[in-house]
Each structure stands twice: as structure tokens, then as C-alpha cells.
């Protein structure tokens, strides 16, 4: 193994990750490795920033997806700069900023609901009477809603 290459043992123990999360993180594209004569996983020292990054993201609570598209800004086989890490904190404060709005809304039209559990079609918040709003939409549209 030349000097600058882990195994994915390695990077594993030093990320603090089960080896199963580099082959997923791996086949999401979020990380990448060579092959080594035996054909095994071999990575350079710039996965432990990736994988750091990952970790961090995940810690915000952003999504998968969120830390895919942002990956795919970044140079495929070097390691999140400062720059980098800047532009990518700063849209993750965005969504996450977003996301706490919701879920404060959200927290504010349950306070009826506390220990209610009437699910009144009339007066309930969480109640969609007649599914009205799944004839134009799928999911939890008023979760989503950011009105
Ligand atoms: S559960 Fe009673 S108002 Fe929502």
C-alpha cells in the first residue's frame, strides 16, 4: 500500500465509522476509492475531510440528499477546503434555519392539541378534513407548507 492510501479499515477507525457507512457513503457517490492489485478499497487521505463533513452534516440533521447535491460541487478527489466547508455551512444554515421556523409553526398550532387527542374534524389543526389539499399534492403538505 503506498503511503498516502487506507484501507477502509482505516478509514473506518479513524472516522469513527462502520466500514458498511464508506461502502454506502461510497456508492452514493459522497466519497471515492481505487483498487488495489488484490482489488481492494484503497483512499486517499482526503475521504477523512469528506467523511468528516458527512458526519457533521448529518450531525445538523441535513439530509442525505442535501449533502449529495452539495458534494457535487466539490472536487471529486480533494478534500472540502475552507472555502468550501464556508459555502456549504452556509446553505445547510439556510435549510436549517427554514426548518426550525417550521417545526416552531408547527409546535405553536399543537398547543391546542397537547393532551387533547380529539382529532376533531371541526377544530383540529392536524385534522385535513376531506383530504382536500392530497387532491393537489402527496405527503405532508402542511408540514411543508412555509406559509
Ligand atoms: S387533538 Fe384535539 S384539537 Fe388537535
Not at 13 to 41: D, M, P, T
Not at 48 to 62: E, F, M, Y
Not at 66 to 72: K, L, Q
Request: charged fraction near 25%; charge should be positive; hydrophobic fraction near 35%.
Amino acid at each position: 500500500m503506498e503511503k498516502q492510501e487506507l484501507s477502509v479499515g482505516q478509514v473506518a477507525r479513524r472516522c469513527g465509522v462502520a466500514v458498511s457507512a464508506l461502502h454506502f457513503y461510497e456508492r452514493k457517490g459522497l466519497i471515492f476509492s481505487s483498487r488495489s492489485a488484490g482489488n481492494q478499497r484503497r483512499y486517499g487521505k482526503d475521504v477523512i475531510r469528506r467523511v468528516s463533513v458527512i458526519k457533521a452534516a448529518q450531525q445538523l440533521g441535513v439530509s442525505l440528499a442535501e449533502i449529495e447535491s452539495a458534494f457535487a460541487s466539490l472536487p471529486r478527489h480533494k478534500a472540502p477546503n475552507r472555502t468550501h466547508w464556508q459555502a456549504l455551512s452556509e446553505s445547510w444554515h439556510q435549510a436549517l434555519s427554514a426548518r426550525i421556523r417550521k417545526l416552531e409553526k408547527l409546535r405553536d398550532s399543537l398547543t391546542g392539541c397537547i393532551g387533547c387527542g380529539c382529532l376533531s374534524m371541526d377544530n383540529c389543526p392536524l385534522y385535513n378534513p376531506d383530504d382536500v389539499l392530497g387532491e393537489q399534492h402527496t405527503g405532508p403538505v402542511m408540514l411543508e407548507r412555509d406559509d
